[in-house]
């Protein structure tokens, strides 16, 4: 300061030499010098400022991309979230049983899932035809959709087909709104069994394409008019700030409202968000936010995957609006380059004028003040460097010019980093506005700081608090500001023990607020100073009308004496706190049993200032105890009047300390010898080892324990038994329960049910006859070698087919309707004889019996078949019934002999007639002929027998032999059924003619074939 004093007064009488005329001007080259200085200096300054502004709108516009990728990131980060969690809801609904078996309750567990989802949001619940079943909400235009088919939608048959969580692309729903579906299908157990599962439906969650906007996407702004876009995998727009854009394909609908922009920039960043990409860019637009033009935009743009597919989350902003603030800055930074330029002319002018007259007589001047300057300064920063306390000096600019050591370890920086820099660095980011706005007050409308606290933050990120004051130093004429001097006092211990205490008192009001146990506080006669939260609550009364009054009135008057002689001991300086039981009335009005802690408190002289009593509710526990000894009476009688013996054991040394009467009718000696011995003594030698085992195990292991064991009688029989043991507590002490019950007769029962199944065993793999077991849907699940061999098969060939695959077609259906009625108990049993095809394609004949096995609840377990080979005895019956109708067919022909040789006999003496005969007749006729040609000459309208002449003439010779020829057959056939049935032995063999049998069974049946 003194240095500028001088400074001023050195000037001042320069100034008057000149103006009286006694300087001289400067030398030419020291004014040419200071001209090309100043020059340069300008053009460098120049420079320097248009490439900082091409720098800095360069750097200002990636940092504001940066800014909205940050946006976009947050945006897809929340879509992202909401939908994993509405799938998550939507799976775990899927396995609720309303709705997988569609009840009414689903609705209200619809409606809870309602709850949660964003407005204007709709659940459905399709059955497995598609068919719309439940809706939620219901109450508008919805509840009309019920009974609606929606089989034919993409969303419920891929669900249907993948079956898994999957979402749609945009559809309109039944009124035209825009929205996307996510479905889950829904799965119920397959009640055919085996483990499957059968498609139930889906479930189904629809989204408004506006409510997604106005929850993630509108709230969304960048600068000053940007806006944020959401796009799906397919191109489509999901929400945008022009309405019309919504649902429309983002590569057309630019082209449609502007066809005279190239859009290729932005389709190119399109298809890299499509396939998930993630970055920023620009492009040029025709309009925004209703402002038509060629329009740069910058986009940040960020993936944002939601189920199987890939959205994208989009931020685009003007680049005009950064242009904008840039030019402003650097409108500032060219009113600052103007400034600079014009001081250094008019300081290269001004040093021109003054380096002549101001050299001489400053150099003696300077080199005097300097000498003193430097002394003063040394004291001053020696002074300040070595203070306890933090102290820093700052320009008029508020750079810094003094860092003292106390503030080098209070911010972790050293003087050579700080020097020439502002304060900023050293403000916590949430408090350095304020801070910097109150250190400028300071310096510029001279509002001193005074004990005003601040943090400042190390540079290893913690903070220290100090108490800060500021003085500033003016020049001579106290106008001009010189310096500002700010220094403090490390005050962080302070505030944190400060902060410790209010901690701590709060944790206490919260723990003594928060606690369930009653707590009070209360003079020597027994006034109230302080309750907590759960006295109020317990006596029905506020605070305020608890505080002041006798808490007496709330115990019993027969046990308010018993009270007050416990607190008396308190007085004894032993008896550090005091614990009683007694009764109080609550604020219902009901007695209830409280246990009360409490200590008597002492001023620093020893006089009973209060008291300080904490107390629980111990009805329950009360109740319990009085239930804990009729509990004991019934384990009592339940003890003494048990079937099964019970022997009760200490837990550590197995001693048996109490036994029923059961056990000493079991074990066969008395209860008082079997109380006292060790529990190994009644099990025999040979198991007593693996006893003590599975006794330790017991005493060990929580719960219960089921065992089979043999005990020994007092005369050494053996009586196995089955051991329920497990650790209980009698009055306060755990000891080893066992139950033991006699399981004889079970034993023998099993014996004999394992003699069955072995005998079992034995027919059915060792047996003649093939036996299958078939479940219920008469697939064979166990077979036999016999059946196997049978078949042809093998044994896991068997097993992969049904009866029905072994079974002759011509049967299949008979044996179906017979096996229905045999499950539905219309019949016991079926038998039948059937055919079944071999593995190689041979046909056999078996006899086979069906059955049902039932459970205890008579429901069919399985199908018992036993099948019988009876191939050969069928072949052995059709051979017999092949001889048998031979025999009856040769008995048959016998008497057929027997019979024409009778009509033969009747036959041939008429015939003979006829054949003797009729040579006779054509003897006569020819003798009569020419008689009765001479009277048709006479009479020839005469008739014989109602023939004429010339008829008998042509056709009577023909009559005649046709008679002799039929005589002739019917004697030959005669003799043909008297050849044919002819009785002969097998040995009697001739020759015979072919042609002649074929024409003579011809004609035998020449009469049947016509």
């Keep these: 300061m003194l240095m500028n004093r001088r400074s001023c007064m050195a000037y001042h009488a320069k100034k008057a030499d000149t103006d009286n005329g006694r300087s001289g001007r400067p030398a030419w080259w020291i004014q040419i010098a200071i001209v090309g200085i100043t020059v340069i200096a300008v053009g460098i300054i120049t420079f320097l400022g248009i490439k900082t502004y091409e720098t800095t709108r360069h750097t200002a516009l990636e940092q504001f991309n940066q800014h909205q990728l940050t946006l976009a990131h947050s945006a897809a980060a929340g879509i992202e979230t909401y939908f994993n969690e509405v799938k998550a809801s939507l799976v775990s609904a899927t396995r609720v049983t309303s709705i997988k078996n569609m009840t009414d309750d689903s609705l209200e567990h619809m409606q809870t899932m309602y709850l949660g989802f964003i407005p204007r949001t709709s659940i459905r619940r399709l059955d497995e035809k598609g068919v719309l079943r439940y809706i939620y909400p219901s109450d508008d235009w919805r509840g009309n959709l019920l009974g609606r088919d929606y089989s034919g939608e993409a969303y419920f048959q891929n669900t249907q087909e993948k079956g898994l969580v999957g979402l749609s692309g945009i559809t309109t729903n039944e009124i035209g709104e825009k929205r996307i579906r996510m479905s889950a299908p829904v799965y119920v157990p397959d009640t055919q069994g085996g483990g499957k599962k059968k498609f139930a439906g889906i479930l189904v969650v629809s989204f408004d394409l506006k409510a997604i906007a106005d929850i ?49 920039s932005i389709n190119e960043i399109q298809k890299e968000v499509m396939v998930g990409g993630e970055g920023v860019g620009r492009y040029l637009s025709g309009w925004h936010r209703g402002k038509k033009g060629r329009i740069e ?3 940040a743009y960020s993936p944002i995957r939601v189920i199987d597919q890939i959205w994208s989350a989009a931020v685009v902003a ?13 409108m500032q930074a060219l009113n600052t380059f103007t400034f600079i330029i014009l001081f250094l002319i008019l300081a290269g002018i001004f040093s021109s004028l003054s380096v002549y007259r101001w050299s001489g007589l400053l150099r003696s001047e300077v080199q005097k003040r300097t000498k003193e300057l430097r002394e003063t300064t040394d004291y001053l920063n020696n002074l300040i460097r070595c203070a306890n306390a933090p102290v820093v000096a700052l320009d008029e600019q508020g750079r810094v010019t003094i860092f003292n ?16 820099c502002p304060l900023d660095i050293l403000f916590p980011d949430t408090l350095r506005a304020q801070a910097l706005k109150r250190l400028e007050h300071a310096q510029s409308k001279g509002r001193d700081l005074y004990a005003e606290e601040g943090a400042i933050r190390h540079r290893e990120g913690t903070l220290y608090v100090g108490m800060w004051n500021s003085a500033n130093i003016y020049s001579d004429i106290g106008t001009e500001l010189l310096a500002t001097i700010v220094h403090g006092e490390d005050v962080t211990e302070r505030r944190k023990a400060e902060e410790a205490l209010r901690e701590s008192e709060e944790r206490y009001r919260t723990v003594v607020e928060n606690q369930a146990e009653l707590i009070c506080r209360y003079t020597p006669n027994w006034q109230l100073t302080f309750v907590n939260e759960a006295y109020c609550r317990f006596s029905g009364k506020t605070r305020g009308e608890l505080l002041g009054k006798s808490f007496m009135p709330f115990i019993p008057e027969g046990q308010r004496k018993g009270v007050e002689q416990f607190h008396e001991k308190l007085m004894d300086p032993q008896n550090q706190e005091v614990m009683h039981e007694h009764q109080v009335i609550s604020g219902q009005g009901k007695l209830r049993w409280q246990q009360w802690v409490n200590r008597a408190i002492f001023d620093d002289q020893g006089t009973l200032v209060e008291y300080q009593s904490v107390g629980r509710d111990i009805t329950e526990l009360r109740e319990a105890e009085e239930a804990l000894q009729g509990s004991e009476e ?27 009467p059961s056990a000493s009718q079991l074990l066969m000696m008395p209860r008082d010898e079997i109380v006292g011995m060790d529990h190994l003594q ?9 006893v003590q085992a599975g006794f330790n195990r017991s005493t060990h292991e929580s719960g219960k324990h089921v065992v089979e064991r043999i005990v020994l009688r007092r005369d050494g029989t053996e009586v196995p038994v089955e051991i329920l043991s497990q650790t209980i507590t009698l009055r306060g002490k755990d000891v080893i329960q066992g139950i033991f019950r006699d399981i004889s007769g079970r034993k023998k029962a099993e014996e004999k049910l394992r003699e069955n199944e072995e005998r079992f065993r034995k027919i059915f793999e060792g047996g003649a006859l093939g036996m299958a077991f078939l479940n219920l849907e008469y697939k064979f699940e166990r077979v036999n070698a016999t059946l196997c061999a049978m078949l042809g098969y093998e044994e896991t060939e068997l097993t992969e087919l049904t009866f029905v695959d072994i079974t002759h077609p011509d049967t299949v259906d008979q044996d179906l309707q017979k096996m229905a009625q045999l499950l539905q108990d219309q019949i016991p049993y079926y038998k039948t004889k059937k055919r079944y095809i071999r593995k190689d394609g041979a046909v056999i004949w078996g006899s086979v019996t069906d059955s049902i096995v039932y459970d205890e609840n008579k429901r069919p377990l399985y199908v018992i078949a036993m099948i019988a080979d009876i191939t050969d005895r069928k072949s052995a019956e059709e051979a017999k019934e092949h001889l048998e109708a031979q025999l009856l067919h040769a008995q048959k022909m016998e008497a057929l002999g027997t019979l024409v040789a009778g009509v033969a006999h009747e ?17 006569v006729w020819t003798d009569v002929m020419p008689v009765l040609a001479e009277q048709e000459k006479t009479d020839p309208t005469r008739k014989y027998g109602g023939l004429t002449y010339d008829f008998l003439r042509e056709n009577l010779p023909q009559l005649i032999s046709d008679m002799e020829l039929a005589a002739n057959r019917v004697a030959k056939t005669v003799n043909n059924l008297k050849s044919f049935t002819k009785q002969s032995s097998i040995t009697d063999k001739s020759a015979m003619e072919i042609n002649t049998a074929v024409q003579n069974a011809l004609r035998l049946i020449g009469t049947t074939l016509q």
């Design 318 to 330: 003007p680049v005009n609006e950064v242009d904008k603030i840039i030019r402003e800055a650097g």
């Design 634 to 660: 019934q384990y009592r009688v339940l003890f003494e009047g048990s079937p099964d013996a019970i022997i009760i054991g200490d837990i550590d040394t197995g001693i048996m300390i109490a036994a029923n």
């Design 405 to 420: 050591d106390a503030f080098e370890r209070m911010s972790g920086r050293t003087a050579e980093q700080m020097l020439g």
């Design 907 to 923: 036959i041939n003496n008429p015939v003979n007639k006829i054949l003797f005969d009729v040579p006779l007749l054509q003897k």
């Design 297 to 299: 935009k910058l986009i």
């Design 682 to 690: 009644i099990y025999p030698e040979y198991l007593r080892e693996k």
């Design 216 to 264: 993630f996407i509108s709230p969304i702004t960048s600068g000053e008019t940007g806006y944020a876009w959401l796009m799906d995998q397919n191109g489509y727009f999901l929400a945008h700030n022009v309405d019309t854009f919504i649902g429309q394909d983002a590569f057309h609908i630019r082209q449609e409202y502007d066809p005279e922009l190239s859009y290729e």
